[in-house]
């Protein structure tokens, strides 16, 4: 079964702190894995993109990186801001172009 | 260059009743994937259409169709809904390469009642 997971669930930190979020895959034949950010009740923007041949992909504050082997990915943001708070989901591509979803960690950034 | 446009924004149901909810893809894009996200879960997918034929479907019954129309657009049609079909609603678009980045609108809550 392609599982993905997120941990952790939720996460609460203080304003400008750096952050890791986690995301685990159980298929080792992975394609693609893209993080997106949710705002409440709203879509899905696409944060970052990982093709399978990389190990990682930054913009701006974000990094996020893909270990296939271990079957791991991490987002790394620096200097968190409070307009970084939204849920955060990580999911990965299978060969049909149909993307398996983790269930998000809820970032929360206190001022 | 408009993104992923679906509409309505917000829908409200009794049981029993059909909905169809509208995807328009970015610009583009010939590739249309249909996402059910309840509460609190990550979003699961429903199906992917491409020129007009359903490409893959997930673990979702009958009473989910769908379309796609010549100009790329689609719907999602849930017949007979059920209060556990509440939830958003979520429309992704991508190239016909399967292992291209896929954009999302902004979706639909249907409300069941």
């Known amino acids: 079964k392609q599982e993905v997971t997120q941990i952790p669930a939720a996460l609460s930190v203080p304003e400008g702190e750096n952050l890791v979020l986690n995301c685990s895959f159980t298929?080792?034949?992975?394609?693609?894995l893209q993080w997106f950010r949710q705002d409440p009740g709203k879509g899905l923007t696409s944060l970052l993109l990982i093709q399978s041949s990389q190990r990682e992909q930054t913009s701006g504050r974000l990094n996020a990186s893909l270990d296939k082997s271990s079957g791991r990915s991490t987002l790394y943001i620096a200097a968190s801001q409070p307009g970084d708070s939204a849920t955060y989901l990580c999911a990965r591509y299978n060969q049909g172009g149909k993307l398996i979803f983790g269930q998000g960690t809820e970032l929360s950034v206190k001022p | 260059d408009a993104g992923v446009t679906q509409s309505p924004t917000h829908l409200i149901k009794t049981r029993g009743q059909q909905v169809t909810l509208r995807c328009s893809p970015k610009s583009g894009h010939d590739t249309v994937s249909w996402y059910q996200q309840a509460l609190g879960q990550g979003p699961q997918f429903i199906f992917q259409?491409?020129?007009?034929?359903?490409?893959q479907r997930g673990n979702f019954p009958d009473r989910f169709s769908g379309h796609q129309f010549p100009n790329y657009s689609s719907e999602l049609n849930v017949n007979a809904l059920l209060l556990g079909d509440s939830a958003l609603y979520l429309c992704a678009s991508g190239g016909r390469l399967t292992n291209e980045k896929l954009f999302f609108g902004s979706g639909t809550q249907l409300s069941v009642l």
């Open positions: 298929d080792s034949a992975i394609y693609n």
């Open positions: 259409y491409y020129e007009e034929e359903e490409r």
